[in-house]
Structure formats: structure tokens, C-alpha cells
């Protein structure tokens, strides 16, 4: 079965820093990894996602995450955080049949964003 | 374009209630997703449909939640009766399917509370 680590519940960055969100997947074959963010109020929102080839990935709102297969790892980076960003973030794993396009996701984590 | 919209936002009943939440999906899309999301158990896949038919259920946490599609643009998550475990925000997401392996788009969100 599937599954989703993210080691991080909370972090706190200074606006203007950059930020680093961990990921750690479980999955027997060649993983489908995404992330999302999700508002206060809001829904989720996909930021990127990685199927196969270059396994840096670029997303919306100046996002990138990098898959390291030796690692099972999929860490989200943004190099100047803004206080937009405040939001709870989620890493999700895709078991992808024939039948279906279900999603596991992470536990979250919340990033607070300091003036 | 109208994204996933759900109703009510905000429902608060009283134990042994029913309730019912309501859910359109973004026209043209084939998956429709039910997730409930609390502090304890994070995100959690109910069920789904592909074509309006229900294709896993396995998340239904017990007999007391039912969900149905009756056509493409209307789904609903029945509690009854309610419990106040059953707290929680259920979301509904849509995706079109293969094409976008991943993309869900996710509604705001109905925010339960029994008491």
C-alpha cells in the first residue's frame, strides 16, 4: 500500500527566505507525486506534480519540488517566501489504474510566514 | 469558469440527524471524489465515481454514510444518523480523468459539526 510522510507539522520561515518542505513516499512501483496547497477556508490546490523525466518539476506561484528516487523523497522548495504563502501544504502519492485516479496524501504541513 | 461548488459550507446539527451535502462537479469532468479532512486523521478518501458509478467505497467509514451520483453534474454524502465524530470538512473534487492524471479540483469544503 501507499503512503505519505511529511516529517514537518509546523514551520515557521521570515518572509523573504526560502522554504523547504519534506516529503517521503512509500509505493512499489514508479510513484506519481504531487503537491498541494490548501488556504485557510479554501480547498486544495495542485502546485505541481511529477509523472516521469526531468525530475526537477516547476509548479504555480514559483514553486519547484525534486524527486530523488534513492531517497523517496519529492521536497518542495521556494527560494523567497511571502506572506501569501502562509497555508497548510500537502504532499500526495497517485495509485493510477486503468479504473481509477486515487490520491494518497501526506498529514500537511502548515507554514507560517513571519514579517 | 465555475469551479466545484458545494453546499451547504456550514452545517451544524444535532446527534442522530441526518445530513446531506451536496456536491457539483466541474462540467465535462468523469471522476468525482469525496475526501472528509480532520486534525486526527488528516485526509481521507471516502469514495469516488467515474461515470457516476461508484467505484470505490472502500473509505466509507461505516454504514451511516452513503453517497450517490444520481447524473453528471450532482453527487451527495448522506450521514444519518449523525454522530459527533463525524465532525470534520468534506470535500468533493472532480478530475477529467486520464488526461490530467492527478489534477483534482477541489470544492471549498462543508464544514460539519455535531453536537
Known amino acids: 500500500a501507499q503512503s505519505v510522510t511529511q516529517p514537518d507539522i509546523h514551520i515557521t520561515v521570515s518572509e523573504g527566505a526560502s522554504l523547504e518542505l519534506r516529503c517521503n513516499y512509500s509505493?512499489?512501483?514508479?510513484?506519481?507525486l504531487f503537491w498541494y496547497v490548501q488556504s485557510p477556508g479554501q480547498g486544495l490546490q495542485l502546485l505541481l506534480k511529477y509523472f516521469s523525466g526531468d525530475t526537477l518539476v516547476q509548479g504555480i506561484k514559483g514553486f519547484e519540488a525534486e524527486f530523488k528516487r534513492s531517497q523517496s523523497s519529492f521536497n518542495l522548495r521556494k527560494p523567497s517566501v511571502h506572506w501569501s504563502d502562509a497555508a497548510e501544504y500537502f504532499c500526495?502519492?497517485?495509485?493510477?489504474?486503468?479504473?481509477?485516479?486515487?490520491?494518497?496524501f501526506g498529514g500537511g504541513t502548515r507554514v507560517l510566514v513571519k514579517p | 469558469d465555475a469551479g466545484v461548488i458545494q453546499s451547504p459550507r456550514h452545517e451544524v446539527t444535532e446527534m442522530g440527524q441526518e445530513v446531506t451535502l451536496r456536491c457539483k462537479p466541474i462540467s465535462g469532468h468523469d471522476y468525482l471524489f469525496w475526501y472528509r479532512q480532520t486534525m486526527m486523521r488528516g485526509l481521507e478518501l471516502l469514495i469516488y465515481?467515474?461515470?457516476?458509478?461508484?467505484?470505490?467505497d472502500s473509505g466509507m467509514p461505516e454504514d451511516r454514510f452513503s453517497a450517490k451520483m444520481p447524473n453528471a453534474s450532482f453527487s451527495t454524502l448522506k450521514i444519518q444518523p449523525s454522530e459527533p465524530r463525524d465532525s470534520a470538512v468534506y470535500f468533493c473534487?472532480?478530475?477529467?480523468?486520464?488526461?490530467?492524471?492527478?489534477?483534482?479540483?477541489f470544492g471549498e469544503g462543508s464544514r460539519l459539526t455535531v453536537l
Open positions: 465515481f467515474n461515470n457516476n458509478v461508484p467505484i470505490d
Open positions: 509505493y512499489g512501483a514508479t510513484p506519481y
Open positions: 500526495a502519492v497517485g495509485a493510477l489504474k486503468a479504473a481509477g485516479n486515487k490520491l494518497t
Open positions: 473534487a472532480s478530475t477529467p480523468g486520464q488526461g490530467a492524471i492527478g489534477e483534482l479540483f
